[in-house]
């Protein structure tokens, strides 16, 4: 039984065809949706060194999304990151005043035992869900937590950090 000769460039040209307008016709409607991230700093206030208890404190971290979508709601699943700053560690985050340094951290929880950071390091990162519906504005709000550690040598000044929050979506 002779094999059937198939033209050259035929099949895959209308195959290509086909799948270009199942691709025009099929198109999923598609949310628009964008994101920001807004942070209260954390503020420890005047440091005693001479006390004998750990410094705690918080401050937030607002992730804003508004929501285009299409019909039906839309679950928008996030990451929020925290660096290192100063010390370009996060076993111990350090606030500097020129060369004078204090130690202190940044948490996931209340105990002050997970290290928010980026998920190096023995940190974690905060995963966030918020269900957009319709076009709206939605905001979740995510508390810092902050230590100090007691007795740290410290000198007279005015000791910052900046850590840099990164939201992925």
């Known amino acids: 039984m002779p094999l059937a000769r ?3 460039g035929r099949a895959p040209v209308a195959a290509f065809a086909l799948m270009v307008l199942l691709g025009l016709i099929a198109r ?3 949310a628009v949706t964008t994101c920001t991230v807004a942070a209260s700093p954390v503020n420890f206030g005047v440091y005693d060194p001479l006390l004998a208890t750990a410094d705690d404190t918080s401050g937030t971290i607002t992730v804003t999304c508004n929501n285009r979508p299409p019909p039906g709601n839309v679950d928008l699943v996030y990451l929020l990151r925290l660096s290192r700053g100063l010390s370009g560690t996060f076993r111990t985050r350090e606030m500097g005043s020129g060369l004078a340094r204090l130690d202190y951290n940044l948490y996931l ?3 002050r035992s997970l290290i928010w950071g980026d998920g190096t390091e023995f940190t974690l990162f905060l995963p966030g869900t ?10 979740n709000t995510h508390t810092v937590y902050a230590r100090m550690p007691a007795r740290q040598d410290a000198q007279i000044g ?3 950090d900046t850590i840099v929050v990164t939201l992925e979506f």
């Open 6 to 8: 198939r033209r050259p």
């Open 28 to 30: 999923p409607a598609i």
């Open 109 to 111: 929880n209340a105990g």
């Open 130 to 139: 918020m269900r957009l519906t319709g076009n709206r504005t939605i905001s």
């Open 158 to 160: 005015n000791y910052t």
